[in-house]
């Protein structure tokens, strides 16, 4: 492993995140939206997460502004980045199936909405928020640098800090007695081991 290589799965990690959204985004362009929770903070999270987790890195490897942050490149480091970025894509690809139409890039309702309960939503009910914190994980891991490495994970945690709570409070509103069992039985980010 070298600096290069986990350079370049680092853009393949994005390629595939870029391949993976792309049919979704204009499926979910055709589905009616029913209710709509977006808030400017929401917006603003949204905006964070594209500059931190897609333009500061590729700046970074593109042109030297950041060179001052760099640190030891460490091929450790570098495999287990791969792995964390292999268990983002394997997540977001996922909860995209499952999710399907019922998928938004922020809180809405779409008509004949339903509460996806199979696949990776049988176990966890946040499986793409998991698969963004590995995403953040593994572009720390990747990119040796204290800005570029630490800009995705800081724009993850805000994106998910502010809008957890939201999310599940819409979902509760709009499902009822289904959501609060459908809570008893999953946990947000991981499967309960017992
Ligand atoms: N929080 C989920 C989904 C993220 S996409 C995850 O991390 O996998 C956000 C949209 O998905 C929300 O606007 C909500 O309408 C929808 N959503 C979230 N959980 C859902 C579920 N279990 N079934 C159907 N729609 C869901």
Redesign the pocket.
């Known amino acids: 492993m070298t600096l290069d290589i986990a350079s370049i799965i680092w853009v393949i990690g994005i390629v595939a995140w870029a391949a993976i959204r792309r049919p979704y985004r204009s499926k979910a362009k055709r589905t009616k939206v029913i209710a709509d929770?977006k808030s400017t903070t929401e917006n603003l999270a949204l905006v964070f997460c594209t500059i931190g987790l897609v333009i500061i890195p590729l700046a970074h490897l593109l042109t030297p502004v950041l060179r001052f942050a760099n640190y030891e490149f460490s091929p450790l480091l570098a495999y287990l980045g791969t792995i964390s970025m292999i268990g983002f894509l394997i997540f977001f690809y996922f909860?995209h199936k499952h999710?399907a139409r019922?998928?938004?890039?922020?809180?809405?309702?779409?008509e004949d909405?339903?509460?996806?309960?199979h696949g990776?939503?049988k176990y966890?009910?946040?499986?793409?928020?998991?698969?963004?914190w590995l995403w953040g994980i593994s572009q720390f891991l990747l990119i040796p640098n204290w800005i570029a490495g630490t800009t995705g994970i800081a724009s993850i945690a805000w994106l998910y800090f502010s809008?957890?709570d939201k999310?599940e409070a819409?979902?509760q509103a709009?499902f009822n007695d289904e959501y609060t069992q459908?809570c008893t039985k999953t946990s947000r980010l991981w499967p309960k081991l017992f």
């Open positions: 929770k909860s999710l019922n998928w938004s890039v922020t809180l809405e309702i779409r909405h339903k509460l996806v309960q990776v939503y966890i009910r946040h499986p793409m928020y998991t698969s963004f809008r957890i999310e819409m979902m709009q459908y």
